[in-house]
T-cell receptor, first 112, second 114 residues
């Protein structure tokens, strides 16, 4: 599964869009990009995933570059409750989560 | 929210004692995982299961064993707890549907080994 690289921390003003980048230059053609977040000491929570096309759900949008070497998670109107650690991972349909390494993610601080 | 229950939520034990953590799911998912989370290390996979009685090692399996005798239960045992096993332990489940496989996590168990 692809190794991903994320900035360790970011700040975002409340009400503004939070754009969280992820580099996954080694991603293979069948690997999906998944995003999870972990609020304080809770268990991580699924946000969104995609393969090639941009995706949107009620929580966020995912923009994947055409070459698939990077992606951006967008929280359109960040709130204080979005303060969390965000994890970007690459998941192969053949491998499953047992092959996945969760790094330290990006700690997003939403500022009032 | 996915039906995952971890017990106990908090545990304090002494070095050298055995400890068992339990993960119970009501989703009938095939895959179950045990992770530990420590500052600066993110989530690290200890063991996982891909069916009843089918388990395998993860990245940091030394000092841990697991058992899965029923679909809904996945037990993590520390045979002889050490201070280095002080951590937050998360159980997770997935249905194994490739291409749309979401991981659902429990609330965690805070384990302190003194």
């Amino acid at each position: 599964d692809a190794k991903t690289t994320q900035p360790p921390s970011m700040d975002c003003a409340e009400g503004r869009a939070a754009n969280l980048p992820c580099n996954h230059s080694t991603i293979s053609g069948n690997e999906y990009v998944y995003w999870y977040r972990q609020i304080h000491s809770q268990g991580p929570q699924y946000i969104i995933h995609g393969l090639k096309n941009n995706e949107t759900n009620e929580m966020a949008s995912l923009i994947i570059t055409e070459d698939r070497k990077s992606s951006t998670l967008i929280l359109p109107h960040a709130t204080l409750r979005d303060t969390a650690v965000y994890y970007c991972i690459g998941l192969s349909p053949l491998g499953g989560y047992q092959k996945v390494t969760f790094g330290i993610g990006t700690k997003l601080q939403v500022i009032p | 929210d996915a039906g995952i229950t971890q017990s106990p939520r908090h545990k304090v034990t002494e070095t050298g004692t055995p400890v068992t953590l339990r993960c119970h799911q009501t989703e009938n998912h095939r895959y179950m995982y045990w992770y530990r989370q420590d500052p600066g290390h993110g989530l690290r996979l200890i063991h996982y299961s891909y069916g009843v009685k089918d388990t395998d090692k993860g990245e940091v399996s030394d000092g841990y064993s697991v058992s899965r005798s029923k679909t809904e239960d996945f037990l993590l045992t520390l045979e002889s707890a050490t201070s280095s096993q002080t951590s937050v332990y998360f159980c997770a489940i997935s249905d194994g549907l490739r291409g749309n496989e979401k991981l659902f996590f429990g609330s965690g168990t805070q384990l302190s080994v003194l």
